[in-house]
Structures are given as C-alpha cells and as structure tokens.
C-alpha cells in the first residue's frame, strides 16, 4: 500500500532548455564558441514530498537534422539545499561524453551549468561548459516532442571492462574498470589521463596519453591498492561551510552558508544582498586544486563568475571574478580545523 501511495501522489513536470556554451577549455576542431547555441534539452522531472525522485533528459544539437537522443532515463539524482545534482555517460555512434549537471530550482522552474567532456580519437576531444535557464512547458507538448523526435539509445546491462592508460611523464596508471564495452573502458582511463594532462601539465601533452591495456575484469588484474583508491572515491562527503563574499558596489560584506559533496566536487551557495533584499545563488566545481565559480541573482539579473584555488587538505577556498558589468568580486570559504 505504501508503494500504490508513493504513486499517487508523485508528480511531473516538464521543460525545455535552450543550452548556451559558457566556457571552453579544448576543443581540437574549432567546433565550440563561447556565448553561443549549443543545443536544446527536453526534461522531464518526477517528484515526490517536494523532492526530485529522478530525471529524464532528451537532447538534440543545434541545426542538426537528427533525432533527438535519450540521454538519461529516470535516473536518481542528488538532492540538495538549491536543487539537485547529476553525473551520467553515455555514447553516441562512437564518441562517448561525460556530463556533470548541477541544478538550482528558481521561481518553479531551472537553470543549469553542464560540463561536457567528450572522446572519440586522439584528435576529437572536447572539454566545455553549457549553461541553461529553463522554461516549463505541458505535458502534451513535450509528448509531442518525443514522438516526432525519439531514439532511444542501446541499452547495455554487462559491466566488465577494464582498461589502462599511461602518460610518459607520470608513474600513475589511470584505470577504468567495470565498464560495460571495451570502447567505453578505453575511453574513461584516457580520459583520466587527458584530466592528469590538464591539471599537472598545464594542458600540453594530450597526445602523449597512450593506451597500456583493456580487458575483461576475468583476465585484467587490478592491484588491491588501485582497487582501494578506486572504491574510496565511491565515498561521498557532505557538509556546511561558512563563506564570506565582498561585491563591488555593496558596501556590506555579504556572509553566508553552502553545502558541498565532496564525491562530485560540486558545490552550491545562497545568500542575500544587504541593500535590497536580493537573493542570489550559485555553484562552484573544483578539479585537483582549483575550480571556476559563478552567481545568479534573481530580480536584477546580477550574475558574476570567476576562477578558485581549493585547499584540498582542509577544504578552504579562496576565489575572484567579476560580475557582468566589470565589478570585482572575491569570497572566502571557511576549511575545517
């Protein structure tokens, strides 16, 4: 009875969301140009209590004459204070794409930052962000969407392979394990390497990232120790942090609290403006020791971004940028002791 309850009382809502590239950081073809088009997703989110159960997202680029893709089905996200959170892979004909969705519900509705990265060959690799604000629309219209537009992607259920990759320049193995293809474990431990590229080597030497070897789990052994690491980073840690945050033009230094999952490295912030009453959010993503940042404030339309260094031994962060109109600003988090 308590599951025929749960049914009943959960509840749809759909949206359309016009994806802009907001930052880009490798693009090998020159496909990618910040502030433009990049392609429209059709969401479809199911609630519970106030609580987003799971998601559904279909997307399609931007003057393409495909159909439309069924990224994710009615997959769990990670619910916090703003919104939720969302990590997921999937592969198209032969590239495979890495996304990162981080949402803040504003006015019934969402905006999103996306992170994309997506490998097909040593000389088709893309690393870039998007960015959405998205409006709802009616059942019908999104069902209509989908019948006109749907293609539903290969569903595979075996997750067995393991690949590893190398760089000259490092002694670490970059491992991929419990893939379901030999293609998509190949892609994820070059990824790693790529990542290990851009955080340590100041992004030169991508093409030096080689394939060591790939199997099946049954004939590929994994040390204990990589397996441990590899386990360990399932762990995911959340909290509270105090931060502070000065804007050039608010004469009040503006104080508030975020909650961060450290299994992600994402994390997200609300606070009010002094002078009027604003409230404003906004997110952070962090790599290694550093990140990017960014703001939105709700009736104005304020926002503001920048770059952070991270201290991963005690989780402080120190960060700048400016807002849309040239103003610095700068905000403190506060590490544990």
């Known amino acids: 009875m308590l599951f025929i309850f749960s049914d ?28 433009t088009n990049y392609g429209t997703s059709y969401i479809k989110l199911t609630k519970n209590n106030n609580s987003i159960q799971n998601i559904t997202i279909h997307f399609k680029l931007k003057n393409s004459e ?30 495979t794409f890495d996304v990162e969705y981080n949402f803040i519900e504003i006015d019934e509705t969402y905006a999103f930052t996306k992170k994309n990265f997506s490998w097909s060959s040593p000389k088709n690799k893309y690393d870039f962000d998007t960015s959405s604000r998205c409006k709802k629309i009616k059942k019908n219209k999104y069902l209509s969407l989908l019948d006109i537009n749907y293609t539903k992607k290969e569903v595979v259920t075996s997750y067995s392979w393991t690949a ?10 970059f491992i991929a394990t419990k893939l379901s293809t030999k293609e998509k474990a190949i892609n994820l431990a070059m990824k790693k390497c790529y990542e290990f590229v851009s955080k340590d080597l100041n992004k030169i030497g991508y093409n030096d990232c ?19 690491k590899l386990d360990d980073n399932n762990n995911r840690i959340t909290g509270t942090r105090t931060f502070a945050l000065s804007w050039e033009g608010v004469d009040e230094l503006i ?20 002078n009027n009453d604003i409230k404003c959010s906004g ?18 339309e304020m926002n503001a971004s920048g770059f952070l260094k991270w201290n991963n031994q005690n989780g402080s962060v120190s960060g700048s ?4 109109n040239g103003k610095k600003v700068k905000f403190k988090v506060v590490g544990t002791n």
């Not at 590893?164 to 193995?173: A, G, L, N, V």
């Not at 940028?321 to 849309?324: H, T």
Request: proline share 2%.
């Open 321 to 324: 940028g400016e807002d849309s």
């Open 255 to 274: 104080i508030g609290k975020l909650s961060f999952k450290e299994e992600d490295l994402l994390g997200r912030l609300t606070f009010t403006l002094p």
């Open 283 to 300: 997110s952070y993503a962090l790599s290694t020791t550093k990140g990017t940042w960014s703001i939105l404030c709700e009736k104005n």
């Open 210 to 228: 080689y394939l060591f070897k790939s199997s099946d789990n049954k004939f590929l052994k994994v040390s204990k120790f990589e397996q441990e």
């Open 8 to 35: 009943v009382y959960a509840n749809n809502n759909f949206f359309k969301c016009l994806e802009k590239i907001s930052e880009v950081r490798l693009d090998q073809n020159s496909l990618y140009e910040k502030g």
């Open 66 to 95: 495909n159909k439309l893709i069924e990224i994710v089905k009615k997959k769990k996200v990670n619910n916090s204070l703003l919104g939720f959170d969302l990590k997921h892979s999937y592969s198209v004909d032969k590239s």
């Open 164 to 173: 590893i990759s190398k760089h000259p320049k490092s002694s670490k193995d």
